[in-house]
């Protein structure tokens, strides 16, 4: 099959490279010259497992290919598949200016019968939005498709290549049958819907699993208040096959592009519809609220944030998750940002988002230290916010020789008692008693 694909981004980019490992040709599209000269080049222009041997491959095969020009894309495929951004308006609605522009685009590109896919996360309705602006554009027949995305960052590849469920919104039989051949090797569950409900089920999931997460760290507060340890609790829980044991990891909240964006998203859909989705407005407030333990523990055991000042705060992790570049509503943001507003100098360390981070964030007070180590040098404490797999590797014999106390505050619950036997370290997580030498500390916490 010929496709299209409109918007090269963490969807587009691996999409349409998953899409020509099946066997099909692919040119991806995107507006932003210098991604497209990166990936011309033999580059990727993000951090993803697996994705570049997958792309230089295909490329290698004359199956993939980038350019900026919608229209010749368009016009030389039989499937096209809009994963442009859906990012968040100023009342937390979806910002469609880049889907109705791609809409516009394509619509002038019609040169015969063509699916046109919305897989990019939309409000409900926005598909039938998307069929009036091409038809306004063209008389050529096609049909419309909504193919929504689940994959994660960091297992991108996997996610796509290894699906879950393929949920395919459609009414034309012609466009249904063209996406079941394009998808059935990936699985057998693939599920066809209306268009409306097939939008309604990527946010409907997301808001769910959004809704796992504060769950288990309200427990996780509660935990740490009567003495309680929220990772035994959790497994304990997910053992029950009606529950499960996925998104349970208590810690200081989701961020990223996709959770903070879509559960207000949703509460704009349902307020518009005339209905108030009260508990997902608590599951939004509740992550919001969860980030800013880490800075009650600093207070709990450095003192007040008035005395914060001049003081070196080591920050392990910036990215809101670990194998990914993506700083995007990343927890580490608003930690970095109380820090420096308390007058702390955060000494941060990412194995791969700093420059990312930076764009968004660089302030005179940020120490960008080239190693967890360095990061740690002559600090008062560690905050450790993305669990990358190097800092489970951590020498903390080492780290504690730098240190100016041996204090780490780790908002993913990564490390056991085993990790500090041997050491000075006064050790805080999230909803679990504290170890080490300050027990006392952690009494005052539990107030
Ligand atoms: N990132 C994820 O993990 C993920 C997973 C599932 C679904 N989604 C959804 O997929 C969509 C895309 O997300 P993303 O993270 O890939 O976004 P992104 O910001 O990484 O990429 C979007 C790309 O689209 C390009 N673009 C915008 N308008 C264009 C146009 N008219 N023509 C060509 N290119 C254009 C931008 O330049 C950008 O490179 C969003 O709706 C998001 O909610 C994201
Ligand atoms: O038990 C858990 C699981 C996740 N998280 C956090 O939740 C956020 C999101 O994690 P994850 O879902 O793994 O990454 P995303 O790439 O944001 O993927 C989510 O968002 C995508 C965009 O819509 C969807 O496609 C995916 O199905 C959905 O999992 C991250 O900050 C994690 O640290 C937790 O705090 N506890």
Redesign the pocket.
Known sequence: MNIAVIGTGYVGLVSGVCYAELGNHVICVDKEKDKIRVLQEGGIPIYEPGLKQLADHNRELGRLQFTFDTLEAVRQSDVVIIAVGTPPGPRGEADLQYIEAAAREIGDAMNGYKVVVVKS?VPVGTNEKVQQIVRSRTDQVFDIASVP????????VR?TLYPDRIVIGAESPQAVELLKQLHQSLTPEIIVTDIRSAEMI?YA??AF??T??SF??EIANICEKVGADVTEVATGMGLDHRIGP??????????????PK?TKALIQIAGNADYDFKLLKSVVEVNRQQRFGIIDKLIATIGPMQRMEGKKVGVWGLA??PD?D?VRE??ALDIVQTLIEHGAIPKVYDPVAMDNFRSVLDHPSIHWCRSALEAAEEAEAICLL??WKEFKQTDFKAVEQVMLRPLLIDG?NIFGPQHFKDTQFLYYSVGRPAFGQGHGAMQTLMG
């Open positions: 996360t995305e689940f994959l994660r960052e960091g297992s991108a996610d990527k999931s997301n699993l959004a796992k997460i288990i760290n996925h998104f349970l990891q208590a810690g200081i909240g989701y961020g990223g592009s996709c959770f879509d809101f998750k990914t993506d990343a927890p993305t669990e993913r």
